[in-house]
């Protein structure tokens, strides 16, 4: 099992910057790729940004120059840095941990980009 705890979503100001942490523990060794989703009201989940064990880093075209996934190999922790946010990136944010045999979530955190 592998457990995924989300921090850092809270409200800011169109313009502005937050980052978001994403702390593993358990049989993370089965974990191969970490991504971080969101999902607006009435809409569905899609992916924003994700990175694999070797480094490599994918980004949707929406948040692409604006946002970075990046991990502390020492602290479990993958994060994901966001620069000027949009009102459209108002949504609840997931932290994924693909895994050899099954996908795992967290909780969720909420982003609220609004004046």
């Known amino acids: 099992q592998v457990q995924l705890v989300e921090s850092g979503g809270g409200l800011v100001q169109p313009g502005g910057s937050l980052r978001l942490s994403c702390a593993a523990s358990g049989s993370i060794f089965s974990i191969y790729a970490m991504g971080w989703y969101r999902q607006a009201p009435g809409k569905q989940r899609e992916l924003v940004a994700s990175?694999?064990?070797?480094?490599?880093?994918n980004y949707a075209d929406s948040v692409s120059g604006r946002f970075t996934i990046s991990r502390d190999k020492a602290k479990n922790t993958v994060y994901l840095q966001m620069n000027s946010l949009k009102p459209e990136g108002t949504a609840v944010y997931y932290c994924?941990?693909?895994?050899?045999?099954?996908?795992?979530w967290g909780q969720g955190t909420q982003v609220t980009v609004s004046s």
């Open positions: 994924n941990g693909e895994g050899v045999v099954r996908n795992y």
């Open positions: 990175i694999t064990r070797g480094g490599s880093t």
